[in-house]
């Protein structure tokens, strides 16, 4: 895990980017920092693309002054770390899957656990992404009860549709 506090997001050059990951050094800073950089730059694919060359699921997260803390997890699951010194409200939490964009069982009770302290949560596939936010009650909902009630449920998002609107 790292944890940028006060500090800006460094992009590496990717060919010491690769070198970490052909070296499985998963808390290089390198990786670690350049994760951080394409999430605050909301480059989405890119940050997947790291992801998926690591072979492991990554998360991101935003406290209230935008601090951030990354994770890299197993292949299959990545659990965000209590960011320990973080100012709520968590602003976002950003994550990947191996290959679709989906509220997974552990992803909702994620989301049921944190509902009250964060804000936005986002989850990123190979070409697309699926969002929530807290709901005010005008959306559809993750259910009909409980804490998962207060997210709401949106359709899944092309990056090419957000690169053309972002003018990337």
């Given at each position: 895990m790292i944890e940028m506090n006060n500090e800006t997001p460094f992009?590496?050059?990717l060919?010491?980017?690769?070198?970490?990951?052909?070296?499985n050094e998963l808390e290089s800073?390198?990786?670690?920092?350049?994760?951080?950089?394409?999430?605050?730059?909301?480059?989405?694919?890119?940050?997947?693309?790291?992801?998926?060359?690591?072979?492991?699921?990554?998360?991101?997260?935003?406290?209230d002054e935008n601090n951030?803390?990354?994770d890299i997890g197993t292949p299959g699951m990545v659990r965000p770390k209590p960011p320990l010194g973080s100012r709520l409200p968590l602003r976002l939490w950003i994550h990947t899957h191996p290959y679709d964009a989906y509220w997974s069982s552990t992803d909702l009770d994620t989301l049921a656990i944190y509902s009250t302290v964060l804000q936005e949560a986002i989850v990123l596939g190979h070409d697309h992404l699926?969002?929530?936010?807290?709901?005010?009650?005008?959306?559809p909902a993750l259910a009909a009860t409980g804490p998962l009630s207060s997210w709401t449920s949106e359709d899944l998002v092309e990056y090419d549709i957000l690169e053309g609107l972002d003018g990337r």
């Open positions: 992009l590496h050059d060919p010491r980017v690769m070198r970490a990951i052909q070296s800073k390198e990786i670690l920092e350049t994760l951080a950089f394409l999430a605050c730059t909301k480059s989405w694919r890119k940050l997947w693309t790291i992801a998926d060359l690591l072979s492991r699921e990554v998360s991101v997260l935003f406290d951030v803390w990354v699926k969002r929530t936010v807290r709901n005010d009650g005008s959306m």
